[in-house]
């Protein structure tokens, strides 16, 4: 999680390859840096939008698609679809059951037991999540003087910035979603040290509820007490919030039934 120099941030961010720091032999690599990197730390540099798609290769159990902004065209007056951008399988690795089980378990206790409990432990949309808390050396945002400055002044990675980071797939039991959030903070006297999902988890919550109410297909059917004149049945949005809808309307049509003979 400990994140390079701003310069190599930057080159990610312009499309270069993410920078793995993890082969054993390679300068500046001891025995030692298996232990760091275990528990998440090194000298890595990945866009937040490639850690998204690598999250979407784990959840699809290794169909790894090729990475996109774009999902259709329309004439400026929005009367036709010029074009629709389907996806594009990059590449196709294997994983086994047991991997996919091993990593969605851990991922699914960082929520029901772990870094990400606060954010989605009692979340009604079952999420599986990894946080993080990267130091960094410099300024990933400006690259500014200042920060270069502050680097070769020796300053340690605390008296910069931090970023905040957590990466969820949802839904749990058959993952259709990853939502990626990073946020960078710098340092004050008063708030010296930041964790990611203090910074993040706000942000990830919002955008997963907007997906969930704009995605039918996540609802199950919610069955309504049978009472007349009631829908038997509603597929969209909070199971919670519909049955109290729907059971407010069927007391009102009652009411109005009532009043009319």
């Known amino acids: 999680q400990r994140q390079g120099s701003a310069d190599q941030y930057d080159q990610v961010r312009q499309g270069a390859k993410g920078f793995l720091h993890s082969a054993e032999g390679q300068s ?36 790894r698609y090729k ?22 399988i990059a590449h196709q690795f294997y ?27 009692n979340y009604p949309i079952e999420t599986a999540a990894k946080t993080g808390t990267a130091q960094i050396w410099g300024s990933f945002v400006s690259n500014s003087d200042a920060d270069k400055k502050s680097m070769s002044d020796g300053m340690s990675p605390k008296d910069n910035y931090y970023l905040g980071s957590v990466v969820t797939m949802f839904p749990i039991d058959k993952p259709k979603y990853t939502v990626m959030v990073c946020v960078a903070k710098q340092s004050t006297p008063s708030h010296s040290n930041y964790y990611g999902i203090s910074l993040t988890g706000p942000t990830a919550r919002s955008i997963m509820e907007y997906i969930y109410a704009n995605d039918p297909t ?42 009319d003979g």
């Open 28 to 63: 500046g690599w001891y025995p030692a840096d298996w232990l760091m990197a275990s528990i998440g730390q090194s000298d890595n540099q990945f866009t937040p939008i490639q850690i998204c798609n690598y999250i979407a290769t784990l959840a699809s159990r290794g169909t």
């Open 67 to 88: 990475t996109t902004f774009l999902n259709r065209v329309v004439s400026s007056d929005y009367t036709k679809l010029e074009y629709v951008n389907e996806p594009v």
């Open 95 to 121: 994983i086994s059951d047991e991997a996919y089980n091993a990593y969605t378990q851990g991922m699914r206790e960082v929520v029901l037991y772990g870094t990400g409990y606060d954010a989605f432990g």
């Open 218 to 259: 996540l609802h199950a059917p919610v069955e309504v007490p049978e009472v007349p004149y009631a829908a038997r049945s509603i597929k969209a949005g909070s199971s919670d919030a519909l049955l109290m809808c729907a059971e407010r309307h069927s007391r009102e049509v009652i009411d109005q039934k009532g009043e």
